[in-house]
């Protein structure tokens, strides 16, 4: 979908391709782009057809770079979505100054161009497109750094549930909050490298207002690099520790298996010994006596079976004790996160 922009006093307006007014900076926004579309794109504005290709690469990079009669710059921005395994991720921008018309192009929506053009970014000028991308660079960070305290809070929400009790479900959230962090450090630290490319680079001219914009932007930028390298430190750090755990439960699990194999090794050697090719030690004697002696053996196996089975059941009605409070101290964990995430929303 094609979108035309464009600024009147101060604030963006949509505009119909037919009623554009050329004496005025446009914005072209493009997003969910078709192959008519981006046909449209190449035939107007005369953009080459392997940087469309390079902008909707979702692995693409970022970078600056001179084409045929405009100037192409890519950016990585923030995106959310719950229903992935990767909740948080990030998305090529592509971004080109063709004369006195600003395109900007990715392959899905996303929240930055959205408060754009909602007007929700303050001191925008359309008429400078170099400031322009520097915004866009600059609400990015901002998006990444209120997705990394989210991510923040849902890995410490998670800890507190896998603290009473592992399931692969928690584990498997904490390994998507982990890659999540990977996504987000290596696109900030691209972003970084264009922000330092772009100080000194001469495709686009930069007055001291907007140089120092820059340097505010690519502080900003350093720090989101920070916090991400110390939430993936301490979200590794707690997996290698639930993954110790885990070890170390399993390997508690195999001694108890071991000891009830060295006690059955008893009997089965007895029973191996005393086979067919061998006499009983009962064989001789009267019919009577093996009989009277395998009742007391049954009788007293049956009481000492009846005594571990009621220990047995006061143990394990302590330990599904243990586990619906745990359930239930959970339940109640889980309608708190859902309390704060609605208060989130609606903060939002």
């Known amino acids: 979908m094609i979108t035309y922009w464009q600024q009147i006093d101060g604030q963006f307006s949509k505009t119909k391709k037919d009623e554009i007014n050329k004496a005025l900076p446009l914005w072209v926004d493009a997003v969910n782009v078709t192959r008519d579309e981006t046909m449209e794109l190449q035939e107007t504005y005369g953009i080459e057809q392997d940087h469309i290709l390079d902008i909707l690469d979702p692995d693409e990079l970022s970078r600056i770079d001179d084409g045929d009669g405009y100037i192409l710059t890519i950016v990585r921005v923030p995106i959310y979505e719950s229903e992935r395994e990767t909740p948080y991720f990030t998305v090529p921008i592509g971004i080109i ?11 899905r929506d996303n929240e930055v161009l959205k408060d754009f053009g ?15 991308i520097v915004q866009i660079i600059n609400r990015a960070n901002t ?7 989210e991510i923040n809070r849902r890995s410490v929400s998670i800890q507190n549930e896998l603290n009473m009790e592992i399931e692969n479900k928690e584990l498997m959230l904490l390994l998507g909050l982990e890659k999540s962090l990977v996504y987000f450090t290596t696109s900030l630290k691209s972003n970084s490298l264009l922000l330092q490319k772009m100080s000194y680079t001469k495709l686009i001219n930069f007055d001291e207002d907007d140089l120092d914009f820059v340097e ?13 390298d110390t939430y993936s ?21 195999m001694k108890k298996l071991a000891v009830i194999n060295l006690v059955m090794m008893a009997p089965t050697f007895v029973t191996s010994y005393f086979g067919m090719n061998f006499k009983l030690p009962m064989e001789t004697l009267p019919g009577y006596i093996p009989v009277i002696l395998t009742t007391v053996l049954c009788l007293v196996s049956v009481f000492i079976s009846t005594y571990l089975l009621n220990i047995s059941r006061k143990t394990f009605r302590a330990i599904s004790n243990e586990k619906k409070q745990s359930r239930i101290e959970k339940r109640a964990l889980r309608q708190e996160t859902k309390k704060l995430r609605r208060q989130e929303r609606r903060l939002k």
């Not at 100054?97 to 392959?107: A, D, E, L, Q, S």
């Not at 998006?143 to 305290?149: A, D, E, I, M, V």
Request: aromatic share 8%; proline share 1%.
């Open 216 to 228: 505010g932007v690519s502080i900003d930028n350093r720090q989101a690099i920070e916090m991400a």
């Open 233 to 253: 430190n301490i979200l590794l750090g707690v997996m290698n520790t639930y993954s110790s755990v885990i070890s170390n439960n399993l390997n508690v699990v």
């Open 143 to 149: 998006n990444f750094l209120r997705y990394l305290k």
């Open 118 to 132: 909602a007007n929700r970014v303050r001191n925008i000028k359309l008429t400078d497109f170099p400031s322009f």
């Open 97 to 107: 100054i063709h004369g006195n018309t600003i395109i900007t192009i990715c392959w």
